[in-house]
């Protein structure tokens, strides 16, 4: 029997398991996690590749269906809102960071930006100032009319972040956010990213294998083969 949610969780999961088709077989990538994710804390989740982290975390935030279980967050059951609800409530409520930053090619940084207040519908002159801003706060505001082929990976990155913080999400989702970045970029990256986790209404959980960060974690959650192997406040001694 899964574990009760805690109280006040910014993400209660419970019974994940997720299983991908091969062919005429099936493929458990998941086995049945139970997770929570508190308020106010910058979680890590680490593991080797292929053990589940990038399927655990767009579970976490509605990108992708479990095969099986639940999972709220702040208190809203994802899975049992209709299509549009969960967009919305994705829209409204929870940045993700992609791993390969998914950029609009045909616009520039700045609008590349503003995207997700333009989808909540806000003037598109406030949009872009706000998303100017967030590019200042990461250091790349004078990039804010290059288009995304014009910029480097880590700008690129970057605007990405940008895009995931701009509406002040109250849940955000990081997948490897300081991989192409430097040592300085990176740390300035996960600085911003505490800060928003670290409000009582909000939190952060970040997928990432940069050992140069690992000091700023709260908690740090290992995955291996599915299973949430290890919780604690640092890495084991064998990692």
């Given at each position: 029997m899964s574990a009760r949610p805690a109280?006040?969780?910014?993400?209660?999961?419970?019974?994940?398991?997720?299983?991908?088709?091969?062919?005429?077989?099936?493929?458990?990538?998941l086995h049945c996690i139970d997770l929570d994710i508190r308020r106010g804390e910058l979680t890590y989740l680490v593991g080797e590749s292929g053990s589940g982290k990038t399927t655990l975390i767009?579970?976490?935030?509605?990108?992708?269906?479990?095969?099986?279980?639940?999972?709220?967050?702040f208190d809203t059951d994802l899975y049992a809102l209709p299509d549009r609800a969960l967009v919305d409530f994705r829209l409204h409520h929870?940045?993700?960071?992609?791993?390969q930053y998914n950029l609009i090619p045909a616009i520039?940084?700045?609008?590349?930006?503003?995207?997700?207040?333009?989808?909540?519908?806000?003037?598109?002159?406030?949009?872009?100032?706000?998303?100017?801003?967030?590019?200042?706060?990461?250091?790349?505001?004078?990039?804010?009319?290059?288009?995304?082929?014009?910029?480097?990976?880590?700008?690129?990155?970057?605007?990405?972040?940008?895009?995931?913080?701009?509406?002040?999400?109250?849940?955000?989702?990081c997948d490897e956010p300081t991989a192409a970045l430097d040592a300085r970029s990176g740390r300035r990256v996960m600085d911003l990213l505490r800060a928003v986790a670290v409000a009582p209404d909000r939190a952060c959980i970040i997928v990432t294998h940069d050992n140069r960060v690992f000091?700023?974690?709260?908690?740090?959650?290992?995955?291996?083969?599915?299973?949430?192997t290890h919780d604690g406040t640092a890495l084991p001694e064998e990692h």
């Open positions: 109280s006040g969780a910014a993400i209660a999961a419970r019974g994940i398991v997720r299983d991908f088709a091969a062919g005429s077989q099936s493929i458990r990538v767009s579970i976490l935030c509605g990108i992708l269906w479990p095969t099986e279980g639940s999972v709220r967050v929870i940045g993700f960071i992609f791993q520039d940084a700045a609008s590349n930006a503003a995207v997700p207040l333009i989808a909540q519908g806000l003037a598109r002159g406030e949009a872009r100032a706000r998303a100017i801003a967030m590019l200042e706060d990461l250091n790349i505001a004078d990039q804010a009319d290059k288009l995304p082929h014009q910029l480097s990976g880590g700008q690129q990155q970057r605007v990405a972040i940008a895009r995931a913080l701009v509406h002040r999400p109250r849940l955000v989702v000091d700023l974690a709260d908690r740090i959650l290992v995955l291996e083969d599915g299973c949430i």
